[in-house]
């Protein structure tokens, strides 16, 4: 984590899931309670997310809302983009995370 006068850096590696979700949380809390009012969370070493890691997310961005602050996610891997959109929630988060490209479409199978 980086701190910067009114700007924080979080650097999220690994897996966000069940297990390891609430550190994340526990970690934006504290910044949401104590940090500057604006909150950067790099997920460019995030293979895999599921949905514990979206709730998290956006109970630190409610947060911080309420405290006059923004929470802004970049970085993130294909899986992970792909997990918003299925969920309909990428516009939900500031935008800076969306490639210049524009949003992806979730993959369907030939299933589907």
């Known amino acids: 984590m980086e701190i910067e006068t009114r700007r924080t850096v979080v650097r999220v590696r690994g897996e966000v899931d069940v297990a390891s979700a609430e550190l994340l949380g526990a970690v934006l809390d504290e910044i949401a309670a104590v940090g500057?009012?604006?909150?950067?969370?790099?997920?460019?070493q995030v293979p895999f997310m599921d949905c514990s890691g979206?709730?998290?997310l956006f109970r630190a961005k409610q947060r911080l809302q309420e405290r006059g602050g923004t929470l802004t996610v970049f970085g993130l891997r294909p899986q992970v983009e792909r997990l918003l959109c299925a969920a309909g929630l990428d516009h939900r988060l500031d935008e800076s995370w969306r490639p210049a490209?524009?949003?992806?479409?979730?993959?369907?199978s030939a299933d589907a």
Do not use: S
């Open 54 to 56: 979206l709730r998290v």
């Open 36 to 44: 500057g009012p604006w909150v950067e969370v790099n997920m460019g």
């Open 101 to 108: 490209r524009g949003p992806v479409t979730p993959r369907r």
